[in-house]
C-alpha cells in the first residue's frame, strides 16, 4: 500500500510563541528526541517537529513553515531536498548535518551551490549546534570550523564540481516522482495532490526529460540510482511533534 505523503503529528507544539521555529530530517529516533529536548530547553528556540523522509520534509515545512531545517546528509546525498525547499521558500534556511562519509570537498561544495546556508558535522557537541543555528538563520552562512578546510578547496577543483548533474526537479515533480514510485497512476496521483490528470501528466513529461529516463519505470530506476529518491526506513514514515 503506497506510502502517505501526509506528515502525521504527533503531540503538540513544544513551544507555543514566538523564537526560531526548528525543524529536523533526520532518520535516527534517539537523535530526533535528542535534538527535540536540546531545542525545548533553550531560549529563543522553538520546536516544530521531525520527519525521516525527504517527501514527508517538503510537506512539513509547506505546512509549518519552520525558520530552520536541518537535514542529516545521509537523507539528502545530492542535496536535492535542499535545492527544493530553499527554492519554494527564499526565507528557509537550510542546515546541514554532515556524516563523517560526506565530509568530502565534492559535498560540502555542492551542498552551498545547492542553496545550503550551513553545513556542520552531525557529530558536533550541543553547544556548537545551537550557536550554527542561530549563526546561519543570522548570517545564512555558517560552515563548521573542522569543515573550513574542506570548504577552502582550490576554486579551479570547485569551479567543476556539479558539471553535468541532472537538472534538478521542482518540488511538485518531486512529489510526483514519489508517488510514481510508490505505484500509483496519473489519475490518483491527480487526486492527492489536487490538481488536473493533464497537469500531472505535464510533470511527468518534464520529469522525465531532467532524469533522461524512457519511461516511468527507468525514471524510478535512476532517481534511487542517483540519490533523488532515497530508500524509505524499515517501518512506515512518521513526522514526530512534541
Known sequence: MPRSLTPRPIGGLGQSEGGLAIALVDGVPMFREGLSALVLRTRGLRWLGATDTPQGALQFAERYRPDVVMIDSGLDPRHHLSHTLTGANGDLVVLILV???????????????????????????????????????????????????????????????????????????????QLIADGLENQAIAKILYVSVETVRTHVKSILRKLSARDRTHAVAVAFKSGVLIAPPPRRSTTERT
Do not use: K, M
Open 99 to 177: 556524516r563523517d562519509g560526506h565530509r568530502t570537498t565534492q559535498y560540502v561544495a555542492t551542498a552551498i551551490a545547492a542553496g545550503v546556508h550551513g553545513v556542520i558535522l552531525r557529530s558536533a557537541e550541543p553547544p556548537q549546534l545551537l550557536e550554527a543555528v542561530q549563526a546561519t538563520h543570522r548570517d545564512r552562512r555558517y560552515v563548521d570550523p573542522a569543515l573550513a578546510a574542506t570548504v577552502a578547496a582550490p576554486r579551479s577543483r570547485l569551479a567543476h564540481i556539479g558539471e553535468g548533474e541532472q537538472q534538478p526537479l521542482s518540488r511538485r515533480e518531486f512529489q510526483v516522482l
